[in-house]
């Protein structure tokens, strides 16, 4: 929104959002961007990948035409009157709408210009069906960004081990986990941006030695591609054919 972003949707699986915490988060980006602050980088937070070229503060992008306009202090009083109080249905006059939990049907097709989901699609069971419904919700020429990442969180000793789990003993290690990740990889997600239809336009995978061998995989996960085995994460950004 502080980059000058009209209308802001926010879905999630579970209720999640705080509002009097996400005003205070509000207010301090609003100092950031005054301040045209550089992006947090590998020193201060050492794990978070991909690393940027450039962790300059984007001033290109954001110039002092933009920032004037986007942080105009009607604008930001509109903003935090949104926080406080978000829309729950997708209306064309509201800043900001949560819809929590969505379901399909909730965005109207070809209204949006970027759809963002960061650490959140290795979650989704129905995976065709949500790629399905983010490419209709985007206008022709939109573009969606994931960052995904295929690691089994923790739940094997490699960091891969989730794919050598019969369905049985990954629901065991699971347990009552609220989010069990779906352990679809890498190749899965492109073939599924590729079949809606949408061009893949960046496609940046951190890649680690494989934990595990091929003879390893459970039956189900022979599918994978060698690449997979050593993709543990991935930002894939696509487009939808104008
Ligand atoms: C690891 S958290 C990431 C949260 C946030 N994006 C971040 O980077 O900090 C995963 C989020 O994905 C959400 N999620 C899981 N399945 C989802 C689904 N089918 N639709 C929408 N959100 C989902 C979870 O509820 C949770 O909020």
Redesign the pocket.
Known sequence: MLSGTEHYLA????R?ANNSLNLQIFEELIGLFRAQAPIPDDAEFPLVQPSLPSYAFPADVLTSARLDAALSPKRLELIRASIRNPATTARADAPICYIAP?EPGVIRDATVDLVL????LE??RDLAG?YAEMCRWLKPGGVMSH?IDFKSMGLTTEWNGHWSCSDAVWRLAAGRR??RVNREPHSTHIALIEKMGCRIVRDQRIMRPSGITRAQLAPRFHFLVDDDLTTSSALIQAVKPA
């Not at 879905?11 to 579970?14: G, H, K, M, Q, S």
């Not at 989901?117 to 959140?120: E, I």
């Open positions: 879905l999630d699986a579970v999640y969505w989901s960061q650490s959140v979650y989704p949500i960052e609220r989010n």
